[in-house]
């Protein structure tokens, strides 16, 4: 089975998976992205997962050829277009590991190992930041007494703290 791939430049190979996978093309289709990995020329490939449905095996397919590109000396990124994959692949906590990103200019950025909003200028020192957020958070005045909690489930909002009565 075939995945189409291109070069997006000269540094950058994307193979789009088009198929979910599943138990009778697994091997497939890993054996395809480990036959594309490149050993020397690009050094990312871009994995372009065009289906909503992510599988655990999909999971382990990108971990396998992740690993194999590891050895390789080649960075891995994955394109996941749907909101489905992505919120399996952020349940699964793969999002940095494989370098999930939204479209392609999103995967391209990641491996070159930009963050997204790293452009955003920052304002002040980190000093000047935990101070202003300190102050945020830590009131001036303290809060007045208020009455305790009744009803059913008043024990739930309190927070449990041991004390002498």
């Known amino acids: 089975m075939p ?85 399996v692949l952020s349940a699964a906590a793969l999002n940095r590991v494989l370098r999930v990103a939204f479209s392609l200019q999103g995967a391209e950025l990641r491996s070159r190992g930009c963050r997204p909003g790293t452009d955003a200028p920052r304002k002040g020192s980190l000093r000047e930041r935990l101070e202003r957020l300190e102050r945020r958070i830590t009131p001036s005045d303290p809060a007045p007494h208020t009455s305790r909690a009744v009803g059913p489930y008043a024990d739930t909002s309190l927070p449990r703290f041991p004390r002498r009565r």
């Open 3 to 87: 995945l189409l791939s291109y070069h997006l430049d000269e540094s950058h190979l994307v193979v789009e998976v088009c198929q979910v996978v599943d138990l009778d093309n697994e091997s497939a289709i890993e054996h395809e992205l480990l036959t594309l990995l490149p050993c020397c020329g690009p050094s990312t490939l871009i994995v372009d997962v065009l289906t909503p449905l992510l599988t655990p095996r999909a999971l382990g397919v990108l971990l396998r050829v992740r690993a194999e590109a590891e050895q390789r000396g080649v960075s891995i990124a994955v394109v996941a277009r749907y909101e489905t994959a992505r919120e």
